[in-house]
């Protein structure tokens, strides 16, 4: 009972303290466009949504990515398609960003063994993949900020190192493992606890990794 108290405290302090940003930036009230000020218009194919997300809005300033921003989609055939409202449309537009973004397949971001999502190590094939990750990013906090919510499974590991947690003095990077690979995590653990000549397992320091569909051993 007290834990969901002092979420709800939490909540309405966060909710207050973006309130306070929006009047101290004249933004106004999100649902109210009038009220917002100027707008950043944004025109995407709905076949490059994240690649047409990312030129247009991952340089724009913070206070006009907090206002409003007005989204017109094109559709396959090149044909502008027509808008309930913007900020309707601009949610459909933030869920398709996430959407693409977060897609193993993409190879920005993993999917552990239980589901949970934390960045991809060979996310480089990217080029631009550090920026594509700050984008992304963004586009999470503009849904933070906008009260739509964004229901990313992150892992715990993954988490943990955004909050800082390693410099605690209770941190154990094992511990964390199980998060990420759990089979790794109880083999390192076994070997860890082992009571026999630990090099009677013939074990070396290496795995297998599955780099675009090609397994190889690092």
């Known amino acids: 009972l007290m ?28 649902r109210d466009h009038s009220s917002r000020g100027p707008a950043t218009y944004v025109t995407v194919h709905r076949g490059r949504v994240l690649e047409d997300g990312f030129t247009q809005l991952s340089s724009v300033p913070t206070r006009a990515l907090k206002g409003l921003i007005r989204v017109k989609f ?19 537009f933030l869920e398709e960003i996430i959407k693409i973004a977060f897609d193993p397949g993409l190879n920005l971001f993993k999917v552990s063994s239980d589901g949970h999502i934390y960045p991809s190590p060979t996310s480089h094939i990217h080029d631009n993949h550090l920026a594509l990750f700050e984008f992304v990013g963004k586009m999470l906090g503009k849904a933070v900020y906008e009260g739509i919510v964004m229901e990313i499974p992150f892992a715990v590991f993954f988490l ?26 109880k083999s390192l653990s076994y070997v860890k606890h082992c009571e026999d000549d630990v090099s009677d397992l013939c074990l070396s320091f290496s795995w297998d990794e599955d780099f675009m569909g090609k397994v190889r051993i690092v």
Not at 74 to 92: H, M, P, R, S, Y
Request: with cysteine; glycine share 8%.
């Open 3 to 30: 834990c969901s108290w002092m979420l709800s405290q939490r909540v309405e302090i966060f909710h207050q303290t973006v309130s306070d940003d929006r009047k101290s930036l004249g933004i106004g009230n999100p």
């Open 74 to 92: 094109v559709n396959e055939q090149g044909l502008d398609e027509a808008g309930i409202d913007e900020l309707g449309v601009f949610k459909e």
């Open 160 to 185: 943990n190192q955004l909050m800082g947690q390693q410099n605690s003095v209770l941190y154990s990077s094992l511990d964390e493992l199980f998060s990420m690979d759990p089979e790794l995590h």
